[in-house]
């Protein structure tokens, strides 16, 4: 069977990144979410590699073994970017396929933007591409959504972190089960006077895709950094619409596919939906959107055979 092997690698953006990797051949650069690792990414790496593809997930910044600053203003999309496309230069290549789920979708996306010279292709999985709106993001979801909005509640110093880190196994248990498709759906909206972990009912038994080895590897990583570098991600929303204001509403064009679950509480509420159906005016190379039935938000776990097939199908076209 393909060994997944892993080293840390010095990113140009001037941070240590670990990273797990498997394969030789043209790079394809796995890109976690939240709350995820390079883990999240198990059955791609292996399968990348026996297509004939160097696949390699770091850690992003903040993140398990990676780590990174405590500064938050350290986490902007700049900052993220510049994590990704120093990869590509300390591992000596020109370009690399990038593939993003979750918060990496946003992160794909941006480098698509941003440096569409060094991007073959991007893989967008929950998150479709939104261009830049026209005010800063987190007054507007306070306005339209309401403090309990999980955005606007992660804006908070300290407390979603010493929730979730209060009990690690029980938030990763809770969180990957409400989120995926086989739980009962998840409204994003926490309760007045309450936490995250609060729309997150504890699973009568486990989805067949996720395991307690899978929780309990998820816990290991995040033993030594926890949660306030991922949620650092999140406080940076508004500082990242100011930062990125020269490439409002530029167009990506490198070829790109979209992937998600129909059960996906981001890509599946009508608006979002809205979103994906009018990508193609900022994203003109979009090859195609594949919707995996019955599936939620952990698009790669959840569905890894189906994924996989896209992801191969649409590299070996690039």
Not at 50 to 77: F, K, L, M, N
Not at 146 to 165: L, N
Not at 267 to 274: E, G, I, L, M
Request: with cysteine.
């Amino acid at each position: 069977m393909t060994e997944i092997t892993h080293r840390h690698v010095q990113s140009t953006s001037g941070l240590r990144m670990h990273i797990a990797e498997a394969g030789s051949g043209p790079l394809v650069l796995l890109l976690h979410g939240f709350p995820e690792c390079w883990y999240s990414w198990r059955h791609q790496l292996v399968a990348l590699a026996e297509a004939g593809y160097h696949a390699v997930a770091p850690d992003q910044r903040g993140y398990a073994r990676t780590g990174g600053p405590s500064r938050v203003e350290e986490y902007t999309i700049l900052h993220l970017v510049g994590d990704a496309v120093g990869l590509i230069d300390a591992l000596g290549e020109e370009q690399a396929a990038v593939v993003g789920h979750d918060w990496g979708a946003p992160v794909a996306w941006a480098a698509a933007q941003l440096r569409p010279d060094r991007v073959r292709g991007v893989v967008s999985m929950s998150v479709p591409h939104r261009p830049r709106t026209s005010r800063p993001p987190v007054a507007k979801m306070r306005q339209q959504l309401g403090e309990g909005f999980y955005m606007v509640y992660f804006q908070q110093p300290d407390v979603p972190e010493a929730e979730f880190d209060r009990d690690r196994t029980a938030a990763f248990r809770r969180l990957l089960f409400a989120a995926s498709g086989d739980g009962p759906g998840l409204a994003p909206i926490v309760p007045d006077g309450g936490g995250f972990l609060d729309l997150c009912p504890e699973p009568a038994e486990l989805p067949a895709w996720l395991t307690e080895d899978d929780i309990a590897a998820y816990v290991r990583e995040y033993e030594d950094t926890g949660f306030t570098g991922p949620l650092n991600w999140y406080r940076n929303l508004d500082r990242n619409w100011e930062l990125t204001a020269a490439w409002h509403r530029a167009p990506i064009t490198p070829p790109a596919l979209f992937i998600a679950g129909d059960r996906d509480l981001v890509a599946a509420a009508p608006k979002a939906r809205d979103s994906v159906a009018g990508m193609k005016t900022f994203v003109p190379d979009l090859r195609d959107t594949v919707w995996l039935p019955g599936c939620g938000h952990w698009t790669q776990q959840e569905r890894p055979d189906e994924v996989n097939r896209a992801l191969i199908d649409f590299l070996g076209a690039l």
